[in-house]
T-cell receptor, first 112, second 111 residues
Framework: KQEVTQIPAALSVPEGENLVLNCSFTDSAIYNLQWFRQDPGKGLTSLLLIQSSQREQTSGRLNASLDKSSGRSTLYIAASQPGDSATYLCAAFNQAGTALIFGKGTTLSVSS | SQTIHQWPATLVQPVGSPLSLECTVEGTSNPNLYWYRQAAGRGLQLLFYSVGIGQISSEVPQNLSASRPQDRQFILSSKKLLLSDSGFYLC??????????FGQGTRLTVV
């Protein structure tokens, strides 16, 4: 059964810092991996999707990598801003595409 | 472009009352549809998924049921709510590339 773990659970940084959020999964037979952002009381916003055949994806200040052999993904945020404060969730799609399994998230706080 | 609508945004219901949450998707056909629940301090738990009309798979035993009466409509129901059904319910859809998109969620409080 797929399990997704995110470390750290919470992170506080000053504005301008570069930071890395970590995600690990137990079953490397995934279809893809997706990173989301969730603001308090809101739904999830898709940030980046990495297909299983890809190694990384970039969008603006965000870069996500995928290493299936080690069961790890990282989300790199460059030059963090207070508006980046949110909970970041990592999720792995099973090979059948029928279930997206989530980690518990990393809650990021960026202070100005 | 595709959009997903979920309502209501908040709901307060007494124990033992019925529940019906609705989710609709626009701008795509034959999507995979999902219901998730997010309880306080816990991760997102997959409740149901559907790959087509009338096709529902349940991931966990619970007091809830789901139905898909139309291609782009997904409904979460309960005949009698329990206190433990309180939580944040999220509907999602995915297409051929399996990128998932979520609705804005329904905050359900059972009192």
């Amino acid at each position: 059964k797929q399990e997704v773990t995110q470390i750290p659970a919470a992170l506080s940084v000053p504005e301008g810092e570069n930071l890395v959020l970590n995600c690990s999964f137990t079953d490397s037979a995934i279809y893809n991996l997706q990173w989301f952002r969730q603001d308090p009381g809101k739904g999830l916003t898709s940030l980046l999707l990495i297909q299983s055949s890809q190694r990384e994806q970039t969008s603006g200040r965000l870069n996500a990598s995928l290493d299936k052999s080690s069961g790890r993904s990282t989300l790199y945020i460059a030059a963090s801003q207070p508006g980046d404060s949110a909970t970041y969730l990592c999720a792995a799609f099973n090979q059948a595409g029928t279930a997206l399994i989530f980690g518990k998230g990393t809650t990021l706080s960026v202070s100005s | 472009s595709q959009t997903i609508h979920q309502w209501p945004a908040t709901l307060v219901q007494p124990v033992g009352s019925p529940l019906s949450l609705e989710c609709t998707v626009e701008g795509t056909s034959n999507p995979n549809l999902y219901w998730y629940r997010q309880a306080a301090g816990r991760g997102l738990q997959l409740l149901f998924y559907s790959v087509g009309i009338g096709q529902i798979s349940s991931e966990v035993p619970q007091n809830l049921s789901a139905s898909r009466p139309q291609d782009r409509q997904f409904i979460l129901s309960s005949k009698k709510l329990l206190l433990s059904d309180s939580g944040f319910y999220l509907c999602a859809w995915s297409g051929a590339d399996t990128e998932a998109f979520f609705g804005q969620g329904t905050r359900l409080t059972v009192v």
